[in-house]
């Protein structure tokens, strides 16, 4: 399979691999797809007392399509606030990086994560209150 | 080196140069171009003697009479044939057959396709080596069996089955043995003097010949009979209808010859780089050999590097053709159902890679991949999530994974 030159760059240099602490009020986790499917993507995101995401790391087990797009989601909700980062689509990442039709599931799997992380530290904070 | 090396035999293989020359003698108006089966002037006479010399030497490597072979276009044709031939023309004598469930899909679908028009299919379970058993094919024996259709060499793992003693059953049992040979021939001795099989599916072009070339070996003592799939001009015996394509026969013809003549060679010395190869790996960790690694072929290594998937493993191993059972790379998004088949759970099937080595291997390739691949693994390692929770002694078997 040929691969866009974006895929590639994503691949080759990925952006903001890594972990934070998932037990950290400020930091939410989203981890979705199953070892089974061939892909799991762990994002994480830290989120300041504005409601905007400061940092997002992730790690992904998949196809080079599914690295590319959550490389490329880190570099996209850094900066944003929740609200701004939940309105990112599957769509638009599909066609950043240009995934021929077999890769769309690689996107969707992207906007699940940021979904996953942005409750799961919604739902620390109420927790909290 | 030329990059990207070559490690996908199992695949095909590229086309002996002296197997060349023979093929491009028969093309040419001052070649050897007549219709073989022209009986009335020197230019069918002089391609006629051509295939039958052709016939003799795929023969001589599996030790049958010419009379013997029947060519086709490749091994899915003589598996088609074989199969759906048999099955027709013994349907009286009982409607079940017998194969495995890791077999090829020209195989597997000739079954599906003999299950829509009545005929009941038994799919073995091979053991976690990839083999299967003597004894599971007696206890599968029913008395309405009229057909047992089973590899010889699995093409993912290279696992060898026994069909001499697979054989002495179905020849006991008065029941058709089919053995699909396309990964064995020049591989390992086949010897059909010895070898209770009725039918053989043969292919030149994973023996360093063309492709669009195959046979089927079709035993005359005892006679085994097949109703032909092809009708036409009764080429043949009947059993195979169509103008023979004397270059593509005289290409297959010559690389059996060189096959018989130096394959005891070459697999020693493809064995050594396999071992090499293996050497070099088996110190990374989570690293597993899917199926035995006794009973195969030499230039077979099938391997799972766990926490890794194996699409995004080749990406980084572009410099290196070589093939993978993860899902990604089919069009179906199941992985391997070899690797499924014998007890791999997804994860690993997802993980592993098909290295196969050939004629023109060298040593030098063999330790440049070594080198990508620890590379690879460890930069993807770094990347995967699962890798992490590995290490963090999380059982990845108790996670309840959002499935999509």
């Known amino acids: 399979m040929a691969y866009s030159d974006k895929v590639l760059d994503h691949y080759e240099n990925p952006r903001n691999v890594g972990k934070m602490d998932d037990k950290d009020i400020n930091v939410g986790t989203g981890m979705v797809g199953a070892p089974a499917c061939g892909d799991v993507m762990r994002l994480q995101i830290r989120v300041n007392d504005q409601g905007v995401i400061e940092d997002a790391k992730f790690k992904t087990y998949g196809c080079g399509s599914a690295i590319a797009s959550s490389s490329l989601l880190t570099e996209w909700v850094k900066g944003r606030s929740l609200e701004e980062a939940t309105l990112i689509r599957n769509k638009d990442i599909a066609e950043e990086l240009g995934l021929p039709p077999v890769k769309i599931h690689c996107s969707v799997l992207a906007e699940d994560a940021i979904k996953a992380a942005i409750e799961d530290v919604r739902n620390k904070r109420k927790a909290q209150q | ?404």
């Open chain 2, 1 to 404: 080196m030329q990059y990207p090396i070559y490690l996908d035999y199992s695949a095909t293989s590229p086309v002996d140069p002296r197997v060349a020359q023979k093929m491009s003698e028969c093309l040419t108006l001052e070649a050897n171009f007549g219709n073989p089966a022209s009986r009335s002037h020197m230019f069918g006479w002089k391609a006629e003697e051509a295939v039958e010399t052709a016939r003799r030497q795929v023969a001589d490597l599996i030790n049958c009479d010419p009379r013997e072979i029947v060519w086709t276009s490749g091994a899915t044709e003589a598996d088609n044939l074989a199969i759906k031939g048999a099955a027709h023309f013994y349907s009286k004598q009982g409607k079940h057959i017998i194969t495995s469930k890791i077999e090829h899909k020209a195989v597997l679908d000739s079954c599906r396709q003999l299950e829509r028009e009545g005929f009941e299919v038994t799919y073995l379970d091979p053991a976690e080596s990839g083999i299967i058993t003597p004894e599971q094919v007696a206890a599968a024996i029913r008395p309405d069996t009229i057909l047992v259709s089973l590899m010889h060499v699995n093409n993912e793992i290279g696992v060898i089955n026994d069909i001499e003693a697979i054989g002495k059953i179905t020849r006991e049992k008065n029941v058709i043995f089919h053995v699909d040979a396309a990964q064995s021939t020049g591989k390992i001795d086949i010897d059909l003097d010895k070898m209770p099989v009725d039918l053989m599916s043969l292919t030149a072009h994973k023996v360093y010949g063309p492709k669009g070339i195959g046979a089927l070996f079709v035993r005359r003592k005892p006679r085994v009979r097949i109703e032909p799939q092809m009708h036409g001009g009764g080429h043949e015996r009947g059993m195979r209808s169509g103008t023979l394509a004397t270059h593509q026969i005289v290409g297959m013809g010559e690389a059996y010859r060189i096959a018989k003549a130096e394959m005891h060679e070459e697999n020693a010395r493809i064995l050594a780089l396999r071992d090499r190869l293996l050497d070099g790996l088996k110190d990374i960790e989570e690293v597993y050999v899917n199926g035995d690694l006794a009973h195969r072929v030499a230039s077979n290594l099938n391997i799972s590097f766990n926490f890794v998937e194996g699409e995004s493993l080749m990406m980084a191993l572009r410099d290196l053709a070589v093939s993978s059972g993860s899902a990604c790379t089919s069009a179906s998004l199941e992985p391997s159902y070899v690797l499924r088949a014998i007890g791999l759970n997804d994860e690993l099937a997802h993980s592993s890679l098909r290295i196969s080595l050939g004629r023109f291997t060298q040593e030098a390739e063999i330790d440049y991949a070594i080198g990508k691949i620890h590379e690879a693994v460890a930069k993807l390692r770094e990347l995967s999530p699962l890798w992490d929770m590995f290490k963090d002694g999380v059982d990845l078997n108790q996670v309840k994974w959002a499935a999509h």
